[in-house]
């Protein structure tokens, strides 16, 4: 059976083409007759500029098989702080003295928002998707987007050791109050429930980042030493993270300087992509492109 939808995430360092390379391969797969959608992750949003059209987070139909949208991360920060601020306001109900606006004023500056809101919109679009047969993610900067993908281990690692002092905390009280607390009052501690709630959670992301059936990362780059350090450095701390490149997008390739950037990545396969003799705007001209040049993006879709 036909896994769907399948993330593809165009990443790399800025202005080397992941805009252009995913659309693309979004329009490439479109032709071929799979559906599609674009969404462009990048605050600083360029694909309405390359369909030359208005775009909003709502997916607009672009032709028969591909929508393309940009999402509003302002939106999804903003979501994301009521989410805390309810939680906060029910679980210290009783603590009603303290200054919790105060509090809130600080969270909103806190490290961490945006790559949260970003996972949770992400999570949002792949299950209000699920009839698409690509998803195709046109990243923001190198730093917003590894730590995106590094999110779901690091709040793991936390929750874990969250969970843990909770249990702690359970084991005292009832040695205190000499009530037994057995293994069912440890399910139904409401703590302990909502820790295990989102570890699941971050877990299925985690295992679907790492499932290169439903996952796969692009990494697109062009014949300089700037977006080829970027690129080594992307490659290291998604290994980290225990991901990695499915696939180089050489975009700007040429024969006589790009000897150096093939040979740096010997075992991941490589798409290249010449230069256009005209700008890759509007769907005619990104057509004219997939239909003249050999890429190999029509076989990757
Ligand atoms: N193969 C190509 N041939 C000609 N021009 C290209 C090619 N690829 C990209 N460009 C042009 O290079 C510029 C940068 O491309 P693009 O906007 O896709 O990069 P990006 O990585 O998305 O940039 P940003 O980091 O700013 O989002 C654009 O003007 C685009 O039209
Ligand atoms: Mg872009």
């Known amino acids: 059976m036909k896994i769907k939808p399948v993330s593809l995430f165009f990443l ?11 659309a693309l391969t979004a329009l490439a797969g479109a032709q071929k007759g799979v559906s599609v959608l674009l969404v462009s992750l990048d605050p600083a949003h360029n694909q309405s500029d390359i369909f030359e059209t208005r775009l909003s987070d709502k997916p607009k139909r672009i032709n028969r098989n591909l929508y393309v949208s940009e999402l509003d991360l302002e939106k999804w ?3 994301y702080l009521r989410g805390v601020e309810d939680q906060v306001k029910r679980s210290y109900k009783y603590l009603t003295a303290m200054n919790l606006e105060h ?3 600080v969270i909103k500056y806190s490290p961490g928002i945006e790559e949260y809101a970003l996972l949770n919109a992400y999570e949002h679009i792949l299950k209000e998707h699920k009839d ?6 046109d990243m923001p900067p190198t730093a917003l987007t590894l730590k995106f993908f590094e999110l779901p281990q690091i709040s793991l690692t936390w929750l874990e050791q969250l969970l843990k002092l909770r249990q702690e905390i359970l084991k005292k009280r009832e040695i205190i109050t000499t009530i037994k607390i057995g293994k069912k009052d440890f399910q139904s501690d409401k703590i302990i429930t909502k820790l295990d709630a989102q570890i699941s959670g971050y877990e299925k992301i985690k295992s679907i980042f790492s499932d ?5 990362i692009n990494l697109v ?3 300089d030493k700037l977006s080829l350090n970027e ?6 701390r998604l290994k980290d993270s225990a991901l990695s490149v499915n696939r180089l997008f050489l975009n700007k390739y040429n024969q006589e300087n790009s000897t150096y950037i093939v040979n740096s ?6 798409l290249k992509l010449p230069v256009s003799e005209h700008p890759l705007l509007g769907l005619d001209i990104l057509s004219a492109y997939l239909a003249a040049k050999e890429t190999g993006i029509r076989e990757i879709v």
């Open 77 to 79: 920060i903003r979501k």
């Open 231 to 236: 690129s080594l450095l992307i490659v290291r």
């Open 12 to 22: 790399g360092k800025g202005g080397v083409g992941k805009s252009t390379s995913s």
């Open 103 to 105: 509090y809130f004023d």
């Open 265 to 270: 990545f010997p075992e991941t396969p490589m």
């Open 132 to 137: 698409k047969d690509y998803i195709i993610f």
């Open 212 to 216: 290169p059936q439903k996952t796969r």
């Open 221 to 223: 780059l062009n014949p």
